[in-house]
């Protein structure tokens, strides 16, 4: 009975054995079928196509090309120094121009004869026709403290213009008054006006009594 069995199991397997060795032998058929063969095409003839192709190819290839220097890069020509040169014709014509206008004189002080220029236009007039009878006074601001009066006063001043600071009493209040003038002239009264007017600063004309 115990030789009995031990026949059964060396049957069972050698057929185990036997299917894995086919399992094996199978696996590595599919692995060999599926690589390419590298040298598989390698003894094909070629048609005369292919050859006449390899022909045209190879026909302009030097294999010494990359051991030949480079050609060296075609310089310009220089230029013929003897050719003409052409110049433009210069008329030969003269106009007549006319005489340039007298320059100012040149002071040693030109920041004074700047403030001196200014300073005429707030210059009283000359004495104008009797028939007027009044003076004409320009009143830049009223203010309510000397402070402020004194402020205007001196950007007035870095205009050229000497103005004054006048105290009124209005309304139980004392006012600070910034005038210029007073001016004999109507015009020159104007035309202070207008300087102040082109920098920004209102104004009123008053007249007062002779």
Not at 102 to 131: E, M, Y
Request: aromatic share 4%; no cysteine; net charge positive.
């Amino acid at each position: 009975m115990k030789h009995h069995s031990q026949r059964g199991g060396t049957f069972l397997g050698f057929i185990i054995g036997l299917v894995l060795g086919l399992g094996i032998a199978l696996a590595v058929a599919i692995y060999v079928m599926k690589v390419p063969t590298p040298f598989s095409n390698k003894n094909q003839p070629r048609s005369s196509a292919q050859d006449t192709q390899e022909t045209e190819k190879n026909k302009d290839w030097n294999p010494n090309s990359v051991l030949q220097p480079k050609a060296p890069a075609e310089t310009p020509k220089a230029s013929d120094a003897s050719a003409p040169v052409a110049t433009p014709q210069v008329s030969e014509k003269t106009t007549d121009k006319a005489p340039a206008p007298p320059r100012p004189a040149v002071t040693a002080d030109p920041l004074g004869d700047l403030a001196k220029s200014k300073s005429g236009l707030n210059s009283p007039a000359a004495p104008a026709d009797a028939s007027d009878p009044f003076d004409y006074v320009v009143q830049v601001g009223a203010y309510r403290t000397s402070a402020d009066a004194d402020a205007q006063k001196a950007k007035l001043a870095l205009l050229g213009l000497d103005a004054k600071v006048s105290e009124r009493d209005q309304a139980g209040r004392v006012v600070y008054r910034v005038r210029l003038g007073p001016f004999n002239d109507k015009n020159a009264a104007e035309r202070i006006r207008t300087q102040l007017e082109s920098n920004g600063i209102d104004n009123t004309l008053v007249r007062v009594q002779r």
